[in-house]
């Protein structure tokens, strides 16, 4: 498997300097009404569909396209730009493949964690979530994984990604993409709201 390469190529989205714990740390991760914020590297393409991974008329989702001549991995990615570093995350989407092509694979979410904001610097260490497959077509399935994002990480560059067997193209759906913190408890009485604290002894 080869993934795109040594150089990166990030579409950066700018977020708020404050970041509220347990929010997605992705935009455009629902593709609503098109696919801004997101953007196709190399040999692969991204367009807006109106297919829903919720049956939202309302909404819709990402046909990723994998166009290179060769077995290979192609993609399209978006670059978190405020990102807090030993924290753990939840990295999910809902990915459909439809049947009909020529081409074999599978297709999942990737991530690169980067010691510098807008995905530059060192890269500190990657992951992915579990894969979907060509032998499971025609239905929204699941593709997630709990991480871990590096002590000195101060960014994240989030890649939907298709790896195909063959010379030919294979194109999936991405939906509902998301980057959560995991936070267990916090609580720093910033607002001075103790109404969530009890004094009885349990």
Known sequence: MRFFGTSVLALTVAFPAS?????NMLFNPNFDIDVVGWSA??????????MDSDNDPGSGSAMVANVANYSTTMGANQCSTVLEGDQEFSLRTMIYIPSGQSETGFGYVSI?????????????????????YTTTPDQWLESSRVLMAPPNSQSALVWLSIHKDGNGPLDMAFDNVS???????????DDGDTSRWSNTVP
């Open 19 to 23: 970041f509220a714990s347990g929010q």
């Open 41 to 50: 590297v190399a040999d692969a393409t991204i367009t807006w569909d109106p």
């Open 112 to 132: 690169r964690f980067y010691e510098l904001p807008n995905c530059q610097g060192n890269l500190l260490t990657s992951n992915f979530s579990t894969q979907v």
């Open 179 to 189: 980057l959560f913190p995991i936070v267990i408890f916090a609580d720093g009485f």
